[in-house]
């Protein structure tokens, strides 16, 4: 594995949509659609987690002459890029957590700063 992939909220959707089923293969704009991401931001994503060891990928087995359109290169968590990426959702968890009980515990709101 190579270093740590930077993980933007886009990347955290991805990876929460494939840690719902870990052992599946997904492809590239059937995981933009259902992250609600755009399509132009999922192959250079998915690239950089590939490189970073967290997924695999592969062709589909599928014929282009009979599914009518060119193979769809599928992708999966690797079992290190599970671990990473729940980890990495457990810490925003937590963040989000302490942050609303300190919100929670204020009386008044803070003025903001213009």
């Known amino acids: 594995m190579s270093r740590e992939p930077r993980l933007s909220a886009d990347s955290l959707k991805v990876l929460g949509t494939m840690l719902e089923d870990p052992m599946a293969w997904h492809y590239g704009l059937g995981l933009a659609g259902t992250a609600g991401i755009s399509s132009g931001t999922i192959y250079p994503m998915l690239a950089r987690l590939e490189s970073a060891g967290w997924?695999?990928?592969?062709?589909?087995?599928?014929?282009?002459?009979?599914?009518?359109?060119?193979?769809?290169?599928?992708?999966?968590?690797?079992?290190?890029?599970?671990?990473?990426?729940?980890?990495?959702?457990?810490?925003?968890?937590?963040?989000?957590?302490?942050?609303?009980?300190?919100?929670?515990?204020?009386?008044?709101?803070?003025?903001?700063?213009?």
Do not use: C, F, N
């Open 55 to 114: 997924l695999e990928s592969r062709q589909e087995d599928a014929s282009p002459e009979s599914e009518g359109r060119p193979r769809r290169r599928l992708y999966r968590l690797t079992g290190a890029g599970e671990r990473s990426a729940l980890e990495r959702l457990e810490e925003i968890e937590r963040l989000a957590k302490r942050v609303k009980r300190r919100r929670a515990g204020r009386k008044q709101p803070r003025k903001r700063l213009a």
